[in-house]
């Protein structure tokens, strides 16, 4: 298995990397390090940071590989856990886009700042739109995480996807490796939508191979402030959403509960796909 994590040297690229040593030894993944840059500029966020190249280094290539491995270096765990880094120019959504590809990874991981809903309308963020466009899952960890925990994790279904149409391997995996609790977070459209509570229980213990399930209906008030309450309430790890595409007016009058749980959970969310 290979996890892939993105690097700008920030404080929400160190809550990544911490998090996905966590995962790649409970997983036995390889993870992939990548660092872009474009000419003497680095990315990070909305701003881009200039950084001239040193007498002691002869290009950005080299000054940025070195940078790296200083970065890295702070984390001990790595010692104990296959990894390679890598240091490119090039936009980052389009080098995530096409190692994910290229090295068939399992899951990126990587850390938000977050955004505004104004701002995150108007432009989304890196972690965003990288969950949008990679063919793989992808789990956003917020910069200000204070502890690590795979141990209560929260699906959140509607009724147009109460039966996912893919196997959810990382999902079945993260479950297993960490032993943990599966709370599924149904919305139901109406009031007057029936969903037959132990059915689907039923049908996520087999799906999963596992007992440890609850189902939570919700048919009032927004989906959004339904789940975010209910993440506090629950003191949920992860919380996971299927992926799917909305259609082009969709996006343009509103954000998407993709788009404004990345934003705001104080939970790191897992995009499945």
Same mark, same amino acid.
């Given at each position: 298995?290979?996890?892939?994590?993105?690097?700008?040297?920030?404080?929400?690229?160190?809550?990544?990397?911490?998090?996905?040593?966590?995962?790649?030894?409970?997983?036995?993944?390889?993870?992939?390090?990548?660092?872009?840059?474009?000419?003497?500029?680095?990315?990070?966020?909305?701003?881009?940071?200039?950084?001239?190249?040193?007498?002691?280094?002869?290009?950005?290539?080299?000054?940025?590989?070195?940078?790296?491995?200083?970065?890295?270096?702070?984390?001990?765990?790595?010692?104990?856990?296959?990894?390679?880094?890598?240091?490119?120019?090039?936009?980052?959504?389009?080098?995530?886009?096409?190692?994910?590809?290229?090295?068939?990874?399992?899951?990126?991981?990587?850390?938000?700042?977050?955004?505004?809903?104004?701002?995150?309308?108007?432009?989304?963020?890196?972690?965003?739109?990288?969950?949008?466009?990679?063919?793989?899952? %992808? !789990?956003?960890?917020?910069?200000?995480?204070?502890? =690590?925990?795979? &141990?209560?994790?929260? $699906?959140? @279904?509607?009724?147009?996807?109460?039966?996912?149409?893919?196997?959810?391997?990382?999902?079945?995996?993260?479950?297993?490796?960490?032993?943990?609790?599966?709370?599924?977070?149904?919305?139901?459209?109406?009031?007057?939508?029936?969903?037959?509570?132990?059915?689907?229980?039923?049908?996520?213990?087999?799906?999963?191979?596992?007992?440890?399930?609850?189902?939570?209906?919700?048919?009032?008030?927004?989906?959004?402030?339904?789940?975010?309450?209910?993440?506090?309430?629950?003191?949920?790890? %992860? !919380?996971?959403?299927?992926?799917?595409?909305?259609? =082009?007016?969709? &996006?343009?009058?509103? $954000?998407? @509960?993709?788009?404004?749980?990345?934003?705001?959970?104080?939970?790191?969310?897992?995009?499945?796909?």
């Amino acid at each position: 298995m290979k996890i892939l994590v993105p690097i700008d040297f920030s404080q929400s690229s160190k809550i990544g990397v911490e998090y996905a040593t966590k995962v790649a030894e409970s997983l036995n993944s390889e993870i992939i390090f990548v660092h872009t840059y474009s000419g003497g500029y680095q990315y990070a966020g909305y701003g881009a940071i200039a950084y001239p190249v040193p007498d002691n280094f002869s290009s950005y290539q080299d000054l940025y590989k070195e940078k790296m491995l200083e970065f890295l270096e702070n984390f001990p765990r790595l010692a104990t856990i296959k990894y390679k880094s890598i240091v490119t120019s090039g936009r980052t959504s389009d080098i995530i886009f096409q190692l994910a590809t290229e090295e068939k990874v399992n899951l990126v991981i990587m850390g938000t700042e977050g955004a505004g809903e104004v701002e995150g309308y108007l432009a989304g963020t890196t972690s965003e739109k990288i969950s949008m466009d990679v063919p793989c899952p %992808v !789990l956003v960890v917020p910069e200000d995480l204070e502890t =690590f925990g795979l &141990k209560r994790i929260c $699906l959140a @279904l509607d009724s147009d996807n109460l039966r996912p149409d893919r196997e959810l391997s990382i999902l079945a995996n993260l479950l297993m490796a960490f032993n943990a609790s599966l709370f599924i977070f149904h919305s139901s459209k109406s009031k007057d939508e029936n969903i037959n509570e132990q059915e689907v229980k039923d049908y996520y213990k087999q799906f999963f191979n596992l007992e440890n399930i609850s189902v939570h209906l919700f048919s009032d008030g927004k989906t959004e402030e339904n789940i975010t309450n209910f993440l506090k309430e629950n003191i949920i790890d %992860v !919380l996971a959403l299927l992926y799917r595409e909305h259609d =082009f007016i969709e &996006k343009l009058t509103e $954000l998407g @509960l993709r788009r404004k749980m990345i934003f705001k959970s104080e939970a790191p969310v897992l995009i499945l796909k």
